[in-house]
C-alpha cells in the first residue's frame, strides 16, 4: 500500500524529462512548499518552514506536464508518497518523492487555459451509439452523422424549414 498525497508548491526547478529503459517518458522536477500564518498579535504574515518534494511524473501526464510547467508557476500536485533514503560520503537523508496521478495550476495566483491532446490510438474505445472512429454506423441514426470531438458525442442537427413553427 501506499500513502496518498497532495501539496501545493511552486516548481524551485525546470522540469527535466528523460526515458525509462524501456522508453516510458518520465518528467521530474523539484517542488517547494512552505507554511504560511499571520501572526494573531503582530499582524505580520510569517513564513513556516519550506518542505521540499521531488515529483516524477510518468507517460503521457508527464509528456504534458514537461510541455506544460516551468520553474516558478505554483501548482497542485496529488500522487503516491514514497521515502527514498540516501547516503552521499558521510552524509545522509530522506529524500520525499510523489509519483504524480495529477497536476495543475493553482487558480487562486492566475488563469489557465486548457487545450485537450489530441487522440493518438488509431481506433479509441467505441462511443456509445456510434463507432470507434467518431462516424455513425448505418442504421436509424445514419441521416444524423456523428462526431466526436475528446469525450463529447457532436450529432449534426438537420435544418429545419424556416416556416415550419418550432415544435415545442
Known sequence: MSDRITVIGNIATEPEQRRTGTGIPVTSFRLASSQRYRDAQSGEWIDGTTNW???????GLGENAFASLRKGQRVIVDGRLRLKEWEAGEKRGIEIEID??????????GTASFQRN?????????????????????????????TTDGDWA?????????????PF
Do not use: Q
Open 118 to 146: 489530441p487522440r493518438t490510438d488509431a481506433a479509441g474505445p467505441a462511443r456509445p451509439g456510434g463507432a470507434a472512429d467518431g462516424t455513425e454506423a448505418a442504421g436509424e441514426n445514419a441521416a444524423h452523422p456523428v
Open 100 to 109: 504524480a496521478d495529477a497536476i495543475g495550476p493553482d487558480l487562486k495566483w
Open 53 to 59: 518534494y521531488r515529483i516524477s511524473v510518468f507517460r
Open 154 to 166: 457532436v450529432a449534426a442537427v438537420p435544418e429545419r424549414d424556416p416556416v415550419e413553427p418550432t
